[in-house]
C-alpha cells in the first residue's frame, strides 16, 4: 500500500513510498483510511529536530495519529465492529490498563501508552491496523462517528475535542465569562468555535502577523470578538480594556512559543482565573519575570493539558450530531495523499489551516 512513511531517524526522511499491508490478527481491525489529518506536531517529522526516542525505531514507521476511515477487517475474536462501519480513532494504540490513568479513565496519561502515528504505524496510508489490546483495554478509543459527518471532518476530532477539553472541562468557562486564546492555528482556532458555542462573552484571539493574512478571517468567522498581534508591547493593557470589570476568566495557550506568555496570562486573568497550557515547546523557556508569586497572590490556576477524555469525544460527536459544529472555515484544503508534502510546506508557511489528505484521490 501507499503511506506517508519515516523511512530513518532524522530530519527529510519523510517519503510518500510503499509499504506493507497491516495484518489483521485475531482481535485486531484495520481502517480502510479515508482520511488524514496533518498536525503541526507531524512537522518535526520533516524538518527536525527528531525525538530521541526515534533513534530505535524500526523503519519504515508510518506517521499520521489523526485519522478516520471504515472497517475493512475484523480479528475473528472482535464482535463490536463489522466491516463497513464508519469510525473514527483517537489514536490510542497501547495502554498498560492498570496504572492509576488507566484505572480511572485517563488513558492519555498511562505513562506506558503508545500513540498510533508516533510510537506505531498510523494513518497517513491506504490502511491501518488497530490493535486488540487496545481495544480491549479502552474499547472507546475507536468511534462510530454520526451520519452527518464526513470523513475530512471525522480525521479532525483530536484537535477539537483538545479544545473542548480545555474551555470546557478544564477552564470551567461559563457563558458570559471573557476568554483570551493564544494562537490562532488549528488548536487555537477550534478553541475559538467551542467558546462561540458556550456563547462566551469575549473571544479574544492573541496572534502574530505571520499568521493573520490566512487566519484571522478564518477567527472572525468563527466568532472571536477581538484579535490581538502577539508582538504589542500593552497587550496586557489592552486586553484589560476589551474586558472591563468582569474581566479574563480562563487564558487558553494553543501557541508553540511560551516565553511571554505565562507572565502575560497571569497579569491579564481577573483572581481565580484559570491558565491552561494546550500548546508547547520544544526548548527551554527563561522567564525575565518569575510569575509564581502572583499566581499566587491571585489565586490563578496553572493547568496541565493533554489531550482529551472520553467526555471530550461523545460531547463533541453529539454536538455535531446536532448541527452545532461547523468545520468547514477551519479544514482550508484537502489533498491526496500523495501531495503531503505540499499540505506540510502550506501548514508551515501559514498559507492554510488543517489540511486533510485524502487517500482515495490518488486511486
Given at each position: 500500500m501507499k503511506a506517508v512513511a519515516k523511512t530513518a531517524y532524522g530530519p527529510f526522511h519523510l517519503e510518500y513510498t510503499d509499504v506493507p499491508n497491516p495484518v489483521c490478527g485475531d482481535n485486531d481491525i484495520v481502517l480502510k483510511v479515508k482520511a488524514a489529518g496533518i498536525c503541526g506536531s507531524d512537522m518535526p517529522l520533516l524538518y527536525g529536530p527528531d525525538e530521541a526516542k526515534y533513534k530505535n525505531y524500526t523503519y519504515p514507521m508510518v506517521i499520521g495519529h489523526e485519522f478516520a476511515g471504515e472497517v475493512y477487517e475484523v480479528?475473528?475474536?472482535?464482535?463490536?465492529?463489522?466491516?463497513?462501519?464508519?469510525?473514527?480513532?483517537?489514536?490510542?494504540?497501547?495502554?498498560?490498563?492498570?496504572?492509576?490513568?488507566?484505572?480511572?479513565?485517563?488513558?492519555?496519561?498511562?505513562?506506558?501508552?503508545?500513540?498510533?502515528?508516533?510510537?506505531?504505524?498510523?494513518?497517513?496510508a491506504e490502511y491501518v491496523r488497530i490493535p486488540g489490546v487496545v481495544l480491549q483495554r479502552d474499547p472507546a478509543s475507536i468511534r462510530r462517528i454520526p451520519?452527518?459527518?464526513?470523513?475530512?471532518?471525522?480525521?479532525?476530532?483530536?484537535?477539537?475535542?483538545?479544545?473542548?477539553?480545555?474551555?470546557v472541562q478544564e477552564a470551567k468557562v461559563l457563558p458570559g465569562d471573557n476568554v483570551v486564546i493564544y494562537g490562532n492555528g488549528p488548536l487555537g482556532l477550534f478553541s475559538v468555535l467551542i467558546a462561540r458555542l458556550i456563547n462566551v462573552a469575549r473571544i479574544i484571539v492573541i496572534g502574530t502577523r505571520r499568521s493573520a493574512p490566512t487566519r484571522n478571517p478564518i477567527c472572525e468567522e468563527l466568532g472571536a470578538t477581538d484579535i490581538l498581534m502577539a508582538d504589542d508591547p500593552d497587550i496586557v493593557g489592552k486586553v484589560k480594556?476589551?474586558?472591563?470589570?468582569?474581566?479574563?476568566?480562563?487564558?487558553?495557550?494553543?501557541?508553540?512559543?511560551?516565553?511571554?506568555?505565562?507572565?502575560?496570562?497571569?497579569?491579564?486573568?481577573?483572581?481565580?482565573?484559570?491558565?491552561?497550557?494546550?500548546?508547547?515547546?520544544?526548548?527551554?523557556?527563561?522567564?525575565?519575570?518569575?510569575?509564581?508569586?502572583?499566581?499566587?497572590?491571585?489565586?490563578?490556576?496553572?493547568?496541565?493539558?493533554?489531550?482529551?477524555?472520553?467526555?471530550?469525544?461523545?460531547?463533541?460527536?453529539?454536538?455535531?450530531?446536532?448541527?452545532?459544529?461547523?468545520?468547514?472555515?477551519?479544514?482550508?484544503?484537502?489533498?491526496?495523499?500523495?501531495?503531503?508534502?505540499?499540505?506540510?510546506?502550506?501548514?508551515?508557511?501559514?498559507?492554510?489551516?488543517?489540511?486533510?489528505?485524502?487517500?482515495?484521490?490518488?486511486?
Open positions: 480479528g475473528r475474536n472482535v464482535t463490536d465492529w463489522k466491516v463497513g462501519d464508519r469510525v473514527v480513532s483517537d489514536n490510542t494504540g497501547y495502554v498498560c490498563g492498570h496504572c492509576p490513568a488507566c484505572e480511572t479513565g485517563n488513558f492519555l496519561l498511562c505513562p506506558e501508552r503508545k500513540g498510533i502515528g508516533g510510537d506505531m504505524d498510523g494513518g497517513m451520519d452527518n459527518m464526513p470523513f475530512e471532518h471525522a480525521a479532525v476530532m483530536d484537535p477539537i475535542c483538545n479544545a473542548y477539553k480545555a474551555i480594556e476589551i474586558c472591563g470589570e468582569d474581566g479574563v476568566a480562563a487564558v487558553i495557550n494553543c501557541a508553540s512559543r511560551s516565553a511571554n506568555i505565562l507572565p502575560e496570562a497571569v497579569r491579564m486573568l481577573r483572581p481565580g482565573g484559570a491558565f491552561i497550557m494546550v500548546g508547547y515547546t520544544r526548548t527551554a523557556v527563561s522567564y525575565e519575570e518569575d510569575p509564581a508569586d502572583l499566581m499566587g497572590h491571585k489565586g490563578v490556576t496553572f493547568i496541565g493539558h493533554m489531550g482529551y477524555d472520553h467526555t471530550s469525544w461523545r460531547n463533541t460527536l453529539a454536538l455535531y450530531r446536532e448541527g452545532r459544529v461547523n468545520m468547514d472555515p477551519i479544514v482550508t484544503h484537502k489533498l491526496p495523499l500523495s501531495k503531503w508534502r505540499e499540505g506540510f510546506e502550506m501548514f508551515t508557511n501559514r498559507e492554510a489551516a488543517k489540511v486533510v489528505l485524502l487517500p482515495e484521490l490518488d486511486r
